[in-house]
C-alpha cells in the first residue's frame, strides 16, 4: 500500500491532488513558434501536487494533438486554449483560476472566457 507524503494517508484516500488541483493558479496562453505555428503553453501547474505527465497525456488525448512537459510547463501543438480550459475543469480544476491569454495580446486577468 502507498501512503501519500504529503498527508500520511493511504494513496486511496489522499485528496491532496484534488484540493491542490482546486487552488492552482493555470495560465493557458498560445505563442508563435518558428514559422508562425502556434504553441499552447499551460503555466503555473505546480509539480509537487499534481502529476504533470498524466495531467499532459490527458490534454494531448483530448486535444489529440502532440506536446510535452518541461519545466512545470505544458506545450501542446496548435491552439487548444478552450479545450484545455474544458479538460482541466473536466478534471477538477476550478475554472475560476484558469487564465486564458490569445497570443500577441496583452494578458489580462480581468477577462474571463
Ligand atoms: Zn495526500
Redesign the pocket.
Known amino acids: 500500500m502507498k501512503i ?6 493511504p ?1 486511496e ?5 484534488e484540493i491542490a488541483r482546486e487552488v492552482q493558479t493555470v495560465k493557458v496562453f498560445t505563442v508563435r513558434r518558428r514559422f508562425g505555428k502556434l504553441m499552447t503553453i499551460v503555466e503555473g501547474i505546480d509539480e509537487h501536487d499534481i502529476d504533470i505527465k498524466e495531467l499532459t497525456k490527458e490534454l494531448k488525448a483530448r486535444c489529440a494533438c502532440g506536446g510535452t512537459a518541461k519545466k512545470g510547463q505544458i506545450e501542446l501543438q496548435g491552439d487548444h486554449k478552450r479545450k484545455v480550459k474544458e479538460v482541466l475543469s473536466d478534471m477538477g480544476f476550478s475554472s475560476d483560476t484558469i487564465e486564458i491569454r490569445d497570443a500577441d495580446r496583452k494578458f489580462n486577468r480581468k477577462r474571463r472566457n
Open positions: 501519500c507524503d504529503v498527508c500520511g494517508l494513496e484516500l489522499c485528496v491532496c491532488e
